[in-house]
């Protein structure tokens, strides 16, 4: 049996952060996206922005994964209230495993990671980058949206105020440099190719696969 409306409910996750930022990201996506293809997003999170970016982006086939069952449940909820045809049922996706993008059998023309990096160990950034260049097809890129150092430095207060808290939860995690995103992306075959300044102080990075 089909779980009904208050059970959905119940497993609909809601973030305030992906109602704010999803719009911003969504103007970046159309930019740098093919007109058409498949898109593998890393850590859906509730499922809110797979549901967006699949309505707004019909010509995408959207690919949500999450590692956490709690984040599946409420993407498969928004997933089944959304009723759209090019968005996937979630996959359980753990990029710190290290045969994680091989147990994909599938290449994609995009990989999005959207307010992750921070929020875990600087080892997750080689383990996702390194995946997303071995699913990608040539030419496809990686999308990664948060905030960002530049040369070592904050881009403001409030981020440094923000890597503390990081610290605070885990001291593994933190606000990454643009430049050491752009060096393990290299030593995958991925070229930094556009920063882009977003609201709040946090940047959208789009690397390509030569």
């Keep these: 049996m089909g779980e009904g409306p208050d059970t959905q409910h119940r497993l609909k996750q809601h973030a305030p952060a992906a109602e704010r930022n999803a719009a911003p990201i969504l103007d ?64 359980d996706v753990d990029v710190m495993d290290p045969g994680w993008s091989g147990a994909l059998d599938r290449q994609f023309d995009a990989v999005v990671a959207i307010n992750l990096i921070h929020v875990a160990p600087w080892l997750l950034v080689d383990g996702l980058l390194g995946g997303a260049a071995r699913l990608l097809v040539p030419g496809g890129l990686v999308y990664l949206y948060g905030p960002y150092k530049r040369d070592g430095a904050h881009t403001a207060p409030s981020n440094a105020r923000f890597e503390d808290w990081l610290h605070a939860q885990d001291p593994e995690w933190g606000v990454r440099d643009m430049a050491d995103i752009e060096q393990v992306g290299a030593k995958h075959g991925l070229r930094l190719e556009r920063v882009i300044d977003m609201p709040a102080n946090n940047f959208s990075l789009i690397l390509k696969r030569a």
């Design 28 to 91: 970046v996506l159309r930019q740098c996206l093919p007109g058409t293809g498949k898109v593998l997003e890393i850590a859906s999170g509730s499922g809110q922005h797979a549901c967006h970016f699949a309505r707004a982006l019909p010509q995408i086939v959207w690919q949500p994964s999450d590692r956490d069952a709690g984040a599946r449940a409420s993407i498969h909820a928004w997933r089944d209230d959304a009723g759209l045809e090019n968005l996937q049922a979630p996959l």
